[in-house]
């Protein structure tokens, strides 16, 4: 005979029930528990809170004023003669217009563009996005803390408004060493002073 049939009506409703209230995350008694949907997500909120998001990218310069925001991701571990991709984020805050980025590195001795990276580039957004993904690629020529210069203009009514931002990159664990040019020698006062000589 089924378990069904063994029951009576009564027994039946009484079992109903309390599926019913248990599939609901509800206690009969005080109803101080949260209905099973709500409980989970507060689970999902809470676990959300503990796990902070990480940062796309490693830098953001945002000046007042500026016409850009601009982001910055170096993609891997930056090695001496190998070359190294940085991943720009460019937003424009006048909205979707064509922009010129240019990059340039002030120490030809410490690191170069690539081969087959332009110095100068124009894009234009896609449809209906504010933003422009780029990616550069230098190649450091020593250790230590390197930059990048990356400019984004963009042309206006009333004239080229533009920002500068500076990627810093570290290449190894080593600081540029400083090359003292000169002697040092004492002035008249018994101040330390640095003679440049002509060597």
Request: charged letters at 20%.
């Given at each position: 005979m089924p378990f069904v049939n063994m029951l009576n009506s009564?027994?039946?409703?009484?079992?109903?029930?309390?599926l019913?209230?248990?599939?609901?995350?509800?206690?009969?008694?005080?109803?101080?528990?949260?209905p099973a949907a709500d409980n989970a997500a507060h689970v999902a909120s809470k676990q959300a809170a503990d796990h902070k998001i990480q940062p796309q990218y490693d830098g953001t310069v945002s000046k007042p004023g500026a016409p850009f925001t601009m982001s910055y991701k170096i993609i891997g571990t930056p090695i001496v003669g190998s070359?190294?991709?940085?991943?720009?984020?460019?937003?424009?805050?006048?909205?979707?217009?064509?922009v010129t980025l240019n990059y340039r590195i002030t120490d030809d001795s410490a690191m170069m563009l690539h081969q087959a990276q332009p110095a100068e580039i124009r894009l234009?957004?896609?449809?209906?996005?504010?933003?422009?993904?780029?990616r550069v690629t230098v190649i450091p020529q020593r250790?230590?803390?390197?930059?990048?210069?990356?400019?984004?203009s963009i042309e206006t009514e009333d004239g080229v408004s533009s920002t500068v931002m500076a990627v810093p990159i570290q290449v190894g664990t080593g600081a540029r060493e400083v090359e003292e040019q000169g002697e040092v020698a004492l002035d008249e006062n018994g101040e330390a002073v640095r003679i440049l000589t002509p060597d």
């Open positions: 009564t027994q039946l409703l009484v079992l109903v029930a309390a019913g209230v248990a599939a609901c995350g509800e206690s009969a008694v005080d109803g101080s528990k949260e070359p190294v991709a940085i991943d720009l984020r460019i937003e424009s805050t006048l909205g979707p217009q064509p234009e957004p896609a449809a209906n996005e504010s933003f422009l993904l780029q250790e230590g803390r390197l930059y990048l210069n990356v400019g984004a």
